[in-house]
Structures are given as C-alpha cells and as structure tokens.
T-cell receptor, first 110, second 114 residues
Framework: GIQVEQSPPDLILQEGANSTLRCNFS?????LQWFHQNPWGQLINLFY???GTKQNGRLSATTVATERYSLLYISSSQTTDSGVYFC????????????FGTGTLLAVQP | KAGVTQTPRYLIKTRGQQVTLSCSPI?????VSWYQQTPGQGLQFLFE???????NKGNFPGRFSGRQFSNSRSEMNVSTLELGDSALYLC?????????????FGPGTRLTVL
C-alpha cells in the first residue's frame, strides 16, 4: 500500500520563527489533507490540497503531485501553533480511507 | 453549522467488557469513518459507513463493529476489550464519502482499558 512519510519528526522553534514541514507519499493520490492535532486530541483541518498552493493567514501549503510531496509552511510561529501536524492521503480505488503520516511534533517556545 | 460530535469524551473500562462509542456527523454529511490512534500504530482506519451500510473496513478483528442510523449518526462497538484497545477513537464525517471529499474530525473518545 501507499507509504506516507513526514519530516522532520520533531521541531522546536522560537516564537516568531518560520518552518517548513514535508510530506512524501509513494504513489499518486486523489486527496491530501493537512491537519493540526491540538493537545486535547482533535484533528483540525488546515488544508485540502491534492495539488497546487493554498494560503490561510500565516499558513500555506503546496503539493507537487507529480513529484509526490507536499509542504506546509508556518510563518511567524506562535505558541498556539504547538502540537502535532499530520498529512493524510487517499490513494487510488473507491475508498475514501485516509492514510496518515507519522506526524511532525512542533513545539513553539516563547 | 455544528461540527462533528462524539460521546462520551472519556471512558474507563476493564478487560473483557464491551463499549459503545457514538458519533454525530456534520449536518448534511452522510459518510462517517472511524479511526483508532495509538502511540505505537499511529492513526489507523477502522471502517466507513454511508447510508447505513459499511462500505470499507480496515484490518481490525471482528471485535470491532459499527453501525449507522438513518439520521447518519454512527456508533462503534468493541467487545471483549483488551488492554491494547486503549486508544483515542476519532470519527470523521464527509458529505458523500467520495475520494476527493474533505473529511472533518470530531474531538475523539479516549478509551482506557484496565
């Protein structure tokens, strides 16, 4: 089955710094979403981005489907950005099953 | 529009017991999927329901089952609980369950098996 790898696994930033999180996937995808898991466990939708570039405030994402990777950019990080960031994909077939990466644990220090 | 809701938020059970978790999707959404999150295995797909029918199933034993009602609310049941079933159980809803649908997650039910 499709493999989803995220890097780096852990990241520590000072408030105000910028960061780039990467998601590599091993096969073509129909769907790619980025999530932020808050300390209480809820997965918050950040982007639906199977291809192209999107921006939402301090966050932006780019997916290059032909090269099988996606990037999540966080600018001017804040302590509230801390948590785990997941990318998840839906591969071929009729199922909408999301395959999750292992996540990037981000800690933003004041 | 209200988001996905899950009840209860926390549960403590003992081995051998059974448990039922509930998920109410976003109004108008007809597809509900369930996921299990553990530190060792990460986030794994359990099953998906659409129009009261299970459409897809992950690689979990038959102790894990679910159903969906006519109002799209879904329940999952775990029988004969094992210690390894301790996890965060998340449900997600989407409009039609299509492969390009955006899925929205609830806050989760944290199950502890003693």
């Amino acid at each position: 089955g499709i493999q989803v790898e995220q890097s780096p696994p852990d990241l520590i930033l000072q408030e105000g710094a910028n960061s780039t999180l990467r998601c590599n996937f091993s096969d073509s995808v129909n769907n790619l979403q980025w999530f932020h898991q808050n300390p209480w466990g809820q997965l918050i939708n950040l982007f639906y981005i199977p291809s192209g570039t999107k921006q939402n405030g301090r966050l932006s994402a780019t997916t290059v489907a032909t090269e099988r990777y996606s990037l999540l950019y966080i600018s001017s990080s804040q302590t509230t950005d801390s948590g785990v960031y997941f990318c998840a994909v839906v591969a071929g077939g009729a199922t909408n099953k999301l395959i999750f990466g292992t996540g990037t644990l981000l800690a933003v220090q004041p | 529009k209200a988001g996905v809701t899950q009840t209860p938020r926390y549960l403590i059970k003992t081995r051998g017991q059974q448990v039922t978790l509930s998920c109410s999707p976003i109004s108008g959404h007809r597809s509900v999927s369930w996921y299990q999150q553990t530190p060792g295995q990460g986030l794994q797909f359990l099953f998906e329901y659409f129009s009261e029918t299970q459409r897809n199933k992950g690689n979990f034993p038959g102790r894990f089952s679910g159903r969906q009602f006519s109002n799209s609310r879904s329940e999952m049941n775990v029988s004969t609980l094992e210690l390894g079933d301790s996890a965060l159980y998340l449900c997600a809803s989407s409009f039609s369950g299509g492969v390009t649908d955006t899925q929205y997650f609830g806050p989760g039910t944290r199950l502890t098996v003693l």
